[in-house]
């Protein structure tokens, strides 16, 4: 009879759907008025031997179904009453930690410095302010050209000299003086004014003042225009600046250079093409378009349009002379682009104002 | 400028492409073309040309001869109309150029009994497609041969030009430098006042005009003149430019004598001008050029290697390609055999003096699209690394994770926004007066993005890398100097109670200079330094901080003072930092020695110390690191309270001290006694209570 109770009871436990029937079928056979209970009671009447017997066998079938409710209850009741406490609602909004962000420039720039640098690049940096010199006459632009006119620039007041300048890197020891100027420093800037450089193509000189070819560098930096601004222009703006010379470098390799860049910063759809411009420190001289693929359209870009991208050619002898390079020996490229010109094809943005705007509401979208 | 199709097709003999593929193969071979528009029957094209071709092609000709290189198609060529019969004969003017320098050639010719009227129509069209006003037959005559040719032309009445009359001589035109103080009223009524640097046509008694930039009202042609002494000639681009500039005279005229014009064009567009105007305005050419033209330019030569063609290139041009291109150009070979091309330059294309120049013509004309992409084959340098850069980027990520997002500002500043006294770098032409000078700190921009953002914000936390200008009087100079500067800027729009600000940017910067491993890192608040006295100003008085490394003054730390927070009309508080970029990263890279961490085991003890509040962490830390010796390897404070269960007036420092040796175990007892030791040195030299 008793283990007659035990498989019905063993069933019903297996049975058991939630924690509730668990709960009933102990109140129904192991609580006060239960049928195992009733059971047990009743050994007392029994005699001794049998009671000793019946009685072992019951606690055990007790035990053992106490031990199968108590797995049950395990299997339905997740957290017990303690945890229950510290319950959670994990559908809520999870706490925002504050999240800072890097300026757009800065990001088009680590970019373009990091593809350039893999190709043997050195990236390199010059001075904001500038000389006449190194800005126009050592750049093939000379005093009363009409070429000036391509570059609205800012004037500094005064009667100022510039601090000399020098740039960073390892030097060749063949410019320098003791005075740790390139020659002639003092005297090509005399009755010169000061200025806030045009564009990066200074660097050009100053780096090649100081340095020995073959080279190839990128200077990338602000720059300076006077100018009336608008969504396309503003009084500031970034350049980054290449220059690449060696025994025979050529037009065809501007092109392979350029190209492998544009390939990495817009995707393998992206074209290039180069037509003849003016820039009196490079002969020949051409403008870079680029043509982006139907699917991945620049902004405001018209189906099939060309944007004009950067201003580059082949390094002007002049140059070479300007900076003590004998132009029969050496040939090579250069080239400037606009970052924020960059960044504005890049994110599709419409005006050039709001990298300079301090303005989080922008700055938080990169 | 704008170019008439129909007048671009005159000078063809084949049909022109139509004018969008025109557009096209000019943008591809010489210059960009803009928009095209339609006008009438005609179409304009407006092609962007450059400076160093505005000396030929700022005309329809020049253009014309583009187009004719390009796809091959010539026909008319413009001067030598009057050379038969008007070459010769007695000059009824006498000219006389007192500056050849400025006025290398002069050409004149007289027209009698001409009729002054309105144009005919296809002349007042020609010059309305391209936007110019018909004003009567001479001058649109000249106008149109500028336009056509690209040489300036000047028409005067020459009744109205003095000569010696009383000794019966004929007018005189003298080119000479204006005298200091002579005016002239120009065909505008608009006065100008003259000077010596002026170059200006003139006749015995005044100027009639100044040289190559404007005409004056003194010899206007008008409905009565009979007369015309018609003048074509070339003056010094540079001196034209600078007057030009100095009167802010900008005329289509002073445009192409800036550029520089080819001398030898004065006589064929004078012809050409007088030929057109005895058509249309009847008269008669009195035989004889006037031409004073002492220096003739003849043609340059410049040798051209071929080989040069294709290491400059980069692709390989058979040679009598080369000689067909340069050839549809004008350039005459004087012998194709040689591997060196002795190439001949018209005149008019002042712009090629170097093989270079003809390399130009050869690539864009063969077509920059037909040479191939290569990379260089040269050796890869491993480029050289810039630490600057570096440590830049390293920064920015190093700020960006501790929770400031990067700006840019402009580098401008106002007069308004100088918050305290550095002699300031000023722009000789500034746009605005808003962008008067150049910013001294990158604080004052940053401070106004604070104010701009919590609008928006609860908390700011900005940081920005870049360039500050300063002037310094040096040896009787005044130098200026850029310095490139870190700083950064934190605000809370509902303002702390207390100092929450300056803790948590001044972890920032702790962190920034430990993860850059700059050690000996400590601040001094400086009160009694007189070198600082702007940067004293520009922070509260009781939360500023030096920063330094060693002896070195690396930047400040601080709370902006409330009185620039209430002119900038901020309420929170701000907490800044500015630090000097170069010596950051001088200090990142000086090489450090490595020490390994001890195999022994640390032990750490804690105490806490009631001190008063004016009583500084650093002189609590001095003095258990100096009680404590080499065997205390660190001191950390891990809290800092006043309140609830701390006597009042008093503050509780709590240090964790870590005892540990190099070469052995500490024992208890050592440990024990050293702890004492630094209690006791608290009470006793500190006069402190250390909590037990």
Known sequence: MLSQLKQTILKKIEKAKDLKSLEDIYRRFLGRKGELTGVLRS?????????????????????????????????????????????????????????????????????????????GFSVVEGPEIETEYYNFDALNIPKEHPARDLWDTFWLKRDVIATPYLIRGKQSSRKQLTTGLPRGFASRNDGKKLLLRAHTSPVQIRYMETHQPPLRIIAPGRCFRHEATDASHDVQFYQVEGLMVGKDISVANFRGILQEFFKRFFGPEIKMRLRPSYFPFVEPGFEVDILKNQKSKIKNQKEGEWLELMGAGMVHPNVFKAVGYNPRDWQGFAFGMGLDRLAMLKYKIEDIRLFYSGDLRFLKQF | MKVSYNWLQSFLKNKLPAPEKLAEILTMSVFEVGEIKKVG?????????????????????????????????????????????????????????????????????????????PSPKWLKERLEVIGQKSINNIVDAANYVMFETGQPLHAFDMDKVGGS??????????????????????????????????????????????????????????????????????FNPQNIRQVSKKLGLRTESSLRFEAGLDANLASEAIDRAADLIQKIAGGEIVPGLIDVYPKKIRPKKIKLEVEKVKRLLGVEIPKKDIIKILESLSFKIQDTKYKILNTIIPTWRLDITLPEDLIEEIGRLFGYEKIPAQLPSAALIPPERNDSLVYENKIREILVSAGLSEVYNYSFISEKDIITRPVLVELENPVSREQKYLRPSLMPNLLKNIKDNLRFFNEVGLFEIGKVFKTEDKRQKTEVSEEKKLAGVFALKIKSEGTREFYQLKGVVDSLLNKLRISDVWYDDANNKQQTTNNKQFYHSARRAEIKVGDDLVGWLGEISPEILERLDIKPRVVGFEIDFEKLVALATEEREYLPPSKYPAV??????????????????????TAGGPLVQDVDLFDMYEGENIPDGKKNLAFHIVYQAEDRTLTDKEVNDLHAKIVWTLENEGGWEVRK
């Open chain 2, 165 to 234: 009359p009383r000794r019966g001589l004929p007018p005189r035109i003298i080119i000479r430098r204006a005298k200091k103080g002579e005016k002239i009223i120009t065909l505008e009524n608009e006065k100008y006042e003259l000077n010596s640097d002026i170059l200006v046509i003139a006749d015995t008694k005044e100027p009639l005009a100044i040289a190559g930039i404007k005409g004056g009202k003194k010899a206007e042609i008008d409905q009565g003149t009979k007369d015309i002494i018609l003048e074509a000639a070339n």
């Open chain 1, 43 to 119: 050994l007392k009447d029994l005699p001794e031997k049998e009671r000793r017997e019946k009685g072992r066998l019951a606690n055990q079938i007790k035990q053992e179904i106490e031990e199968k409710l108590k797995i049950g209850r395990g299997k339905f009741q997740v957290p017990s009453s303690k945890f229950q406490e510290e319950w959670i609602d994990i559908t809520a909004p999870g706490l925002q930690p504050t999240v800072s962000h890097l300026h757009p420039i800065t990001q088009i720039r680590q970019k373009v410095e990091e593809i350039f640098q893999s190709m």
């Open chain 2, 41 to 117: 029957r005609d179409r304009v094209l407006d092609i962007d040309v450059l400076p160093n071709r505005a000396h030929d092609c700022l005309s329809h000709w020049g253009v014309a001869r583009e187009v004719a290189a390009i796809t091959g198609n010539w026909s008319s060529s413009i001067g030598a109309v009057l050379k038969k019969n008007c070459s010769n004969g007695a000059a009824p003017i006498k000219v006389e150029v007192k500056n050849k320098d400025l006025c290398p050639r002069y050409c004149a010719r007289v027209i009698t009994d001409i009729k002054v009227g």
């Open chain 2, 604 to 625: 750490v003890r804690d105490i806490a110390v009631l001190v008063e509040p004016s009583a500084r962490v650093e002189e609590v830390l001095n003095l258990i690191e």
